[in-house]
């Protein structure tokens, strides 16, 4: 609560936060203005919890690679978005915002805005599952999938979204 990370560079992943336990993220806290190389330039989990109730991740980015905001990496690793979390104005090869291959769910009033991305997913970057019960994802830019995109890169992967309230803009 009310804690900021900025101006920090992971040269390879994990620009502001590497974390491979618990991460929570509450009211007034924010993350902005770092940068990676490869993954996730403002938070890389990794067999990891990210539960970010409010606060706000922004102005990150990835100069090389995916996850401008946040990169969820593989299956064992959770990020939650809900109540007043804003993810905004992060950059990044494939998914500005989020770049997600585990699980990930966004709810209440949480935002996902004005990220981009040169090739896949402006706002979010799915080859997991992605649950979107409510929130907003908008004005993201992408060459392919501005707001989302949902694929699998390997024959046997197994990717879903679904969405059951909020809006996608």
């Not at 920090?8 to 770092?34: A, F, Q, R």
């Not at 606060?55 to 996850?67: A, E, F």
């Not at 299956?75 to 104005?89: K, Q, V």
């Amino acid at each position: 609560t009310g804690a900021t990370i900025s101006g920090n560079t992971g040269n390879s992943i994990g620009g502001g936060v590497y974390s491979d336990g618990t991460l929570i993220m509450e009211t007034g806290s924010s993350i902005k203005n770092n940068t990676a190389n490869d993954q996730g330039g403002g938070v890389f989990i990794n067999n990891g919890e990210f539960n970010m109730t409010a606060g706000t991740i922004n102005g990150n980015t990835v100069t090389n690679g995916n996850g401008g905001g946040v990169f969820v990496k593989d299956t064992g690793s959770t990020f939650t978005m809900s109540d007043n979390a804003t993810i905004s104005g992060n950059a990044a090869t494939e998914g500005g915002g989020v770049y997600n291959t585990s699980s990930s769910t966004m709810s209440s009033e949480a935002t996902i805005s004005e990220n981009t991305s040169s090739y896949y997913g402006g706002g979010v970057f799915n080859i997991s599952s992605f649950e979107m019960t409510g929130g907003t994802i908008s004005g993201n830019e992408a060459e392919n999938g501005g707001g989302v995109i949902t694929t699998v890169l390997n024959v046997d992967d197994v990717s879903s979204f679904k969405m059951s309230g909020g809006t996608i803009s």
